[in-house]
């Protein structure tokens, strides 16, 4: 029930999307996908169309509504409703993605495919498609096999991983509140589950010290610690990430993790401060508040959530969420992280900082910008919490120290600065605990310190934004959007193109609009708006303003670039993939600078806490080193961040992201948000629509049914597929390509699914799935096969055992019977008595005996040859050996030579070394006095280098001071700006106050003396500036100096570093060695493992031969059980024949005791008693030892099968420790490992540190540099100010303008100066050159000073000139200011005209758009037709197989039908044996019963006859001798009626067992027949629902095609260029149509036959039944008729113990006669006078007792006969079960040529095929003609409306014809069994013609070899003809034969050969 419920979030249910009705519906109304302003698109039926306008009628609203055509698209058939992947949709727009997409998601599916990419709905509340059921569901399928799911797509990039060993990666993407961390989420469970590397080594209880090890609940348990620091309640969403991530999950070559790491980018840290109303800020703040015990409070310091400023909202609840318990297992997660106590509580401390920083209130003083904390107590609780000085705290951010030259100067910080900078350092503190959490988890999540074999990256970043107004993260957002759309075109479409261009596949290249890098340039080449905003950052001065200033002026002719209207907000706009964004600059150069408070992070560096320190620690901020200690000799400063701004960072971050996802292959998710309120089941059908082109959705599904995204090599795909193709490819060497196109020829695929390349083939999707599919089949049928020939052999084999003991059996018991015959017969007894003492035997043994010696003879002399040619060979082998001794000899002697001299040459160079060794010792100590003497130099270099660092450090300061005095001087600057602009507007005035001016003139001139007394002051501060430019070269030479010390250092830096580079490779060699050692532990494991897997298999199958032996003794024990039975009948029988021997014995003691003849009679028959009991004795006692040796055979058994069960229990436990042993030297090596890594990450730490410390000298040289160019500056503002002098001079002159331009130009040659001066200091690298540069630059920037300071005295020299000629210019001025209204009135005219254009060209855009848009949707139903014809070919060609199959499996039933009437038949010939077998039984068991009845009447008349001698005996001396014959008479009698009923007995006894027998078999045949009978029904069921199913399937397929065919047609009517035309294709379609209308019919007649062929199958079933019914009557009669005989049989034995009792009181009787003999002892004369007589009678007793005798063998033998008919009843049950054996092979042979005959049929519908193939390609020829006269009707469809309508018409009559066209299809079946008939026919011809062919070429090579001969012949007789002697004539012939033989050119260089040549010419 569970799987169910999960499956129904999965799958589709087929019947509701099958409806017919809803098929007719849409078939019948016309449905289109109409625009509509809330819903997107809703369903309409088009009732009309005139032009461009189309009447049509909504579904919903009934509402008529007209349409233009090019906003009307078209609507897929019901049958595509709720497909699993769009790229399947026929008609493929915006319209139908979207209903599908709210089709499914109504239903509860919430994944689609879309292409090569998964499309996910966000459900809002829980699916149970997450189980572990689930997730077995999916593990190792296929895509196509299951469902779409997040699983599928992440199987199915785990097993490429494993397959092609290439990395993946799966990125979801989507906006927030998509469900994009949840599937992250999901995705790293299913890896987690499939991955585990330990699942098996699970224990019951589970600790967090015991899952600290486990790495799969690691990685799971990472997401609730980001989730909680990194997540937050938005408006869209209650769990939203406000980060990115990419999680990297490294796996070893087995598939199993073996680390993790997670890289996050943009963590939005001003949520800390500020949040929006109804939002959170980060979970982990209403966590610590609500989850932490009161203890907990108190150590942290926390409050209640509303006493907090930056939690805007209070405490805002979650739904459904407790934040006390997401707390606790936030803390247990960290715990499980491998997190202590204290790394909690320090990140719980700076929690609770984050908060308190804006609790912290400021006021600002009244009098000064100074701002005061009145109330520090909640700096005492920052501080207390971050480890600091509450005074050092409040001064570093009220007034932070700024050092100007050697002093320090306290900044006064105003109330909004001093906010500011508590707000950046509440964001940074947050953002560097972030950091540390997600390092710390990267720690413990790669704890092995090795690279796996290969991983899948895991990306969850925000997707595409556009808001009303967009920021500084909405473009950083967009722009990685963009980088990622373009890595999906490129995979997708433009690499795919790019791949057939180089496969030479002929494909026309299309281009959809999707190439990004335009936009991506805009964003991040140099002068993009990344860079000018890096750019702006440098400048002081630069404001928002100047950074949209400078973007429009950049890249105002950018096509992606635009300006916004004058109306909007908005400061820029760019034209993104997903449409235009505005983007508001306010704040930017803010963001991407993130200013910090120096001075408070130089505190926290110094903290007490050292979880603070060791967060701060690479803090890289301006001026940070001042207080910093230092670490080595050269001081541990970095300062290569100090510029990194946030967008260099974040660029650099998303390159090598990119980077890693181009080397992966990418596996997308887009995930779609389907609301904004939250809601489960609603949809916004606009915002989906939006999300689904901001995804790239539609462009992606185009790209996949265009492209072929299938390909394969050719050598894989020939070693893959070529068992679907047996005997196509011949052995020996063959072309890859050639052999894969023979392969595809064989496979007989459609051309338009595959394009073959230069080195791989290309299949469209679906197809290499559709191989796969086939290829398990071949695979399970070749299996199959193979284990059927493997059955049978074994079944053959064990046959011909049974038969062998069957047949050693029969020998026995032959044997054994002649035996039993022949020991009692005195003739046998004499010749085995006689046989030894034969003179032939003694022969025979003789014989014997001189055989054994020959054998014995001959075997010693095989014997000894053996020995003889043994030592022969050890005799060459010790040859051989002495040999190869002797060289080994002669070359040890060479060797030692050598050797020796070797030895000489190495004590000579010994000597050479050793006297080396002494130089270079002597060379060590000089280097070692040297090296102290540099350690000298070092350490002063060092002092020297602390002074430098002092000096630069006030040079720095002095540069600050500066850059504050430069800001003054820019608001001075910009004051005097805005005084000019007052002066120009006063401009105007300037003609009234003419004479004002004459008289301030005066004035003017006066002032301007002054200002030449300010001028020589100036000329004197020029001179002091020039003394300090002297000062700086002196220091500038001193700098030099320096650096060639620095110089010096960096060389042994650089020694040092290789050294360490040499150490760290070495390492690293190890680091492999020890890896190696891993992988060979791990194979050994593996091979462990393996073992114990093979044990366990041996376990399994001694299992299973205790179970059968088991068995074997179960059936002994009621073979046993059986033997019991029959002994207690035998004892049964023996006592009733003691009981009757005791009987006679009584009597013959009575009466024959007087004589001695009687006593040796008596003693006789004792003494074969006692041999009776004897035998009885000994056959118990073999009973008794038989069941003994069978119960020690079964304890025996039991015992060894414990024993080995011991065994494998001893064998699992060794494995088990070896396992145990192998985990822990496992351990140790990952230890070892540990270690190692620990001691590069030391070396690389150094290395580094070295690095960090010659970097930072090259930096403090080029801020040196920097400080000259800030003095040169200073020297540029002096400048400034002579300027600025100059223009107040002028303030009250006409000509300001033209000043203020001569300024202007002034400060743009400044700015070059300086521009100049930056790119001298960049291009400073080498330090030499760099000084060199420098000195030429002072020099150049002193001829520059010098030239300015001529420039100026020109100016002051213009100025007295210009005011002689301001009269001049007033009356210009006046002149202007009339240009200048003219100008005005000209210019409004122009914007008027302006205007106008501008709204012509919106309307003629308009128009272009519509008309665009038009084209794309030509272009798009050109496409879908074209996808359209694809997909009807593919139905057609599967049509056909499907006709196919159908004839076979129509071929199959008849054949099946004819083999059950078979056995029917055999049943029914059965069962009348059966009936005339049981006939003839029950007549003789009625003459049995007649026989029965005569016995009983004549024992009644001999009793009656007894009982008249009784009352008859008045004399008794008379009527003794009459008595005794009498007696005797009757004994007699009385013995043959007990013999004739023993016999009867037996009789009945056998005809009941025969009976027994006849019943088992009569049910066992039944139940059999019954059981196949019931097989066979359900067998000819099913097919017959098959087959119904597939005629509906058919006849549904047939429906739609006729249906599609139909709409196909009356597209093609709309683009079709000739009406004549179009009539002819419009009869080959009708034409078609008929043909498919007859296959129908044939198919319905088809149908018909085989219903009343099942029909006749019933009735005969119903016959059998009936006959089985009467079978079972006759039966039970039969038992009816047993039970009588039974009863009668037991009235007999009850009349036989009658007559028993009856001969019982006989013998007494006869007793008292012998009493009353002897009470007559008076007569005994009378008595001795018959003493003769009763000699006679002696006599005659002697012979009864002989009689008796008999008659005791004759029970013997019956016992014997007994035990006979016992084992022959045995040998009848093994024959059965053997015949059993045979019946089963027999069906499997029966199922092998059932199949033979499926191949042979499927050979014979190749025929069938190449026919169909023949239609096909006319079809395709006609599809190319269609398609290319649709190009040219495209252009004229306007022209064929009317024609079109007309055609419309007719298409309707051509519906109605097709009801006619229906019924003809009866006639077209007979027509096509004509045709079957004729191709059978025609197949027989050709096979006659094939043997006649064969036949004649065989005629014809006998007649070529025959031609040849004789033309041997007469070249022979040529030659002879030719020379006249025999000699020659005899030479020629053997030179041409050998020139016969030869294969070149004749080799005869005779003249008599060239003459034969001649004439054979």
Known sequence: ??????????????????????????????????????????????????????????????????????????????????????????????????????????????????????????????????????????????????????????????????????????????????????????????????????????????????????????????????????????????????????????????????????????????????????????????????????????????????????????????????????????????????????????????????????????????????????????????????????????????????????????????????????????????????????????????????????????????????????????????????????????????????????????????????????????????????????????????????????????????????????????????????????????????????????????????????????????????????????????????????????????????????????????????????????????????????????????????????????????????????????????????????????????????????????????????????????????????????????????????????????????????????????????????????????????????????????????????????????????????????????????????????????????????????????????????????????????????????????QLEEEEQARQKLQLEKVTADAKIKKLEEDVAVIEDSYAKTSKEKKTLEDRLHEVSNHLAEEEEKAKSLSKLKVKHESQLQNLDDKLRREGKTRTDLEKLRRKLEAEISDLREQIAELKQQIHELQAQLARREEELNIALARCDEETAAKIATQKALREIENQLQETQEDLESEKEARNKAEKHKRDLSEELEALKSELEDSLDTTAAQQELRNKRESELNHLKKTVEQESHTHEVQISEMRQKHGGIVDHLNDQLDAIKRAKATIDKTKQAMEAENIDMANEIKTLGAAKQESERKRKVLESQNQEYNIRVSELDRVKVELQDRLGKVSNELENVTVQLEEAEQKAAHFSKSSSSLEAQLSDIQESLSEETRLKLGLSSKLRQAEEDRENLQDQLDEEEEARKGLEKQVNSLNSHIGDLKKKCEEDNALIDNLEDGKKKMGKDMEALTGRMEEVQAHNDKLEKSKKRLQAEVDDLVVNLDSEKARLTSLEKRQRKFDQTLNEEKAQKERLMQEKEAAEKELRDRETKIFSLTRELDEMQDSMADIERNYKVQKSELEDLMSSKDDVGKNVHELEKAKRALDTQVGEMRAQLEELEDELQATEDAKLRLEVNMQAAKTNYERELQSKEEQNEEKRRAILRQLREMEAELEDERRQRTAAVNAKKKLEADIHDLGGQLEMASKVKEDSLRQLKKLQAQMKEYMHDLDEAKQGKDDMAHLAKENERKNKSLEAEAMQLQEELASAQRACKHAQSERDELAEELNSNSSNRNMLADEKRRLEQRIQALEEDLEDEQNTCELLADKERKLSAQVDQMSAELSAERSSAHRSENARIMLERQNKELKAKLQELESSAKTRSKAVISQLESKIANLEEQLENESKERHVASKASRRLEKKLKEMVIQAEDERRHADQYKEQVDKVNARVKGLKRQLDEAEEEVSRANAGKRKLQRELDDQMEANESLSREINQLKNKLRRGDTSRTSRAYSRRMAADKDAGSGGTDSPDASLADEEDD
């Open 1 to 950: 029930m569970a799987g169910e419920i999960e499956l129904k979030y999965l799958t589709v249910d087929k019947k509701v999307v099958n409806d017919p009705t809803s098929q007719a519906e849409w078939s019948a109304k016309k449905l289109v996908w109409v625009p509509h302003e809330i819903q997107g698109f809703c369903a309409a039926s088009v009732k009309s169309e005139k032009g461009d306008e189309v009447t049509v009628e909504l579904q919903d609203s009934g509402k008529r509504v007209i349409v233009h055509l090019d906003d009307i698209q078209r609507m897929n058939p019901p049958k595509f409703n709720k497909v699993e992947d769009m790229a399947e949709l026929t008609c493929l727009n915006e319209a139908s993605v979207l209903f599908n997409l709210k089709d499914r998601y109504y239903s509860g599916l919430i994944y689609t495919y879309s292409g090569l990419f998964c499309v996910v709905v966000n459900p809002y509340k829980k699916l149970p498609i997450y189980t572990e059921k689930v997730v077995e569901l999916y593990k190792g399928k296929k895509r196509h096999e299951v469902p779409p799911h997040i699983f599928a797509v992440t199987d199915a990039a785990y097993m490429s991983m494993l397959q092609d060993r290439e990395d993946q990666s799966i990125l979801c993407t989507g906006e927030s509140g998509a469900g994009k961390t949840e599937n992250t989420k999901k995705v790293i469970q299913y890896l987690a589950y499939v991955a585990c590397s330990a699942r098996g080594a699970k224990t019951s209880t589970i600790t967090v010290q015991s899952l600290q090890g486990e790495l799969e609940t690691q990685l799971l348990q990472a997401n609730p610690i980001l989730e909680a620091f990194g997540n937050a309640k938005t408006v869209k969403n209650d769990n939203s990430s406000r980060f990115g991530k990419f999680i990297r999950i490294n796996f070893d070559t087995s598939g199993f993790i073996a680390g993790a790491s997670i890289e996050t980018y943009l963590l939005e840290k001003a949520r800390v401060v500020r949040q929006a109303p109804t939002e959170r800020t980060f979970h982990i703040f209403y966590q610590a508040l609500q989850g932490t015990t009161s203890q907990q409070k108190k150590e942290y310091l926390f409050e209640a959530s509303n006493m907090y400023t930056y939690l805007s909202g209070g405490h805002i609840p979650l739904p459904g969420v407790d934040d006390s318990v997401e707390f606790a297992s936030t803390v247990d997660a960290m715990r499980i992280m491998g997190m202590n106590d204290d790394d909690i509580a320090s990140v719980m401390k700076i929690v609770s900082a984050c908060l308190l920083f804006g609790n912290m209130t400021f006021k600002q003083e009244r009098n000064s910008d100074q701002a005061t904390l009145p109330d520090n107590t909640v700096a005492q609780k920052v501080c207390r919490l971050l480890g600091l000085n509450v005074t050092d705290f409040t001064k570093a951010l009220l007034r932070p120290k700024i050092k100007v030259g050697r002093d320090y100067v306290h900044k006064a910080q105003t109330k909004d600065q001093v906010e500011f900078s508590t707000q950046a350092l509440g964001k940074a503190l947050y953002e560097r605990n972030f950091k540390w959490i997600v390092s710390r988890i990267n720690r413990s999540l790669d704890r092995s310190k090795r690279q796996g074999a290969s991983f899948i990256g895991i990306l969850d970043i925000a997707g595409f934004e556009i808001f009303l107004m967009n920021s500084f993260e909405q473009l950083c957002i967009n722009y990685t959007n963009e980088k990622l759309q373009q890595l999906f075109n490129h995979t997708m479409f433009i690499l795919e193109q790019e791949e057939y261009r180089k496969e030479g596949i002929v494909w026309k290249f299309i281009d959809f609009g999707l190439d990004l890098q335009p936009c991506i340039d805009l964003i991040e080449k140099p002068m993009g708006i990344l860079a000018l905003l890096d750019e702006e950052c440098w400048f002081p001065k630069a404001t928002d303003k100047t950074l949209v200033d400078k973007l429009m002026t950049q890249h105002s002719n950018h096509f992606k670039f635009c300006k916004p209207d004058i109306r909007e907000k908005a400061d820029f706009q760019v034209i993104h993939y997903a449409g235009k964004v505005d983007y508001c600059a306010k704040n930017w150069l803010l963001k991407n600078m993130d200013p910090l408070n120096e001075n408070v992070i130089q505190l926290m560096q110094n903290s007490s806490d050292p979880f603070i320190v060791n967060i701060w620690r690479d803090a890289t901020i301006v001026g940070m080193g001042a207080t910093m200690s230092n670490d080595t000799a050269f001081g541990s400063r970095t300062r290569k961040g100090m510029f990194r701004t946030v967008s260099q960072t974040y660029k650099e971050q998303l390159s090598k992201l990119m980077v890693t996802l181009r080397n992966t292959n990418p596996n997308f998710v887009r995930c779609i948000i389907p609301n904004h309120e939250k809601k489960a089941g609603k949809i916004d059908s606009l915002l989906v629509l939006d999300q689904l082109r901001c995804n790239g959705v539609l462009e992606g599904i185009r790209i996949c049914r265009q492209g072929f995204p299938n390909r394969i090599v050719f050598q894989e795909f020939r070693q893959r597929y070529e068992l679907l193709t047996p005997n196509v490819i011949p052995k020996g060497f063959m072309d890859g390509r050639k052999a894969v196109e023979n392969m595809i020829l064989a496979l007989e695929l459609d051309p338009n699914l595959y394009r073959i390349g230069q080195s791989k083939i290309f299949f469209r999707a679906g197809v290499l799935a559709h191989l796969e599919e086939e290829r398990d089949l071949k695979l399970t049928e070749i299996i199959v096969l193979f284990q059927a020939q493997c059955r049978g052999m074994l079944a053959r084999r064990n046959y011909q055992k049974r038969l062998q003991q069957l047949s050693a059996i029969r020998i026995i018991q032959r044997n054994c019977l002649a035996y039993l015959k022949l020991r009692n017969w005195p003739w046998w007894r004499l010749f085995t008595k006689v046989k030894p003492l034969l003179q032939v035997t003694r022969q025979d043994e003789e014989m014997h005996a001189k055989e054994d010696e020959l054998k014995k003879t001959k075997d010693k002399l095989e014997k000894q040859e053996q020995d003889l040619t043994e030592l022969e060979r050890k005799q060459q082998q010790l040859v051989e050996e002495k040999n190869i001794l002797a060289e080994q000899l002669q070359a040890e002697a060479e060797l030692s030579a050598e050797a020796e001299e070797m030895r000489v040459r190495l004590a000579a160079k010994k000597q050479e070394l050793e006297e080396i060794l002494h130089d270079l010792e002597a060379r060590i100590e000089e280097e070692e006095e040297r090296n102290q003497i540099l350690m000298n130099e070092k350490k002063k270099q060092t002092l020297n280098v602390q002074d430098l660092e002092e």
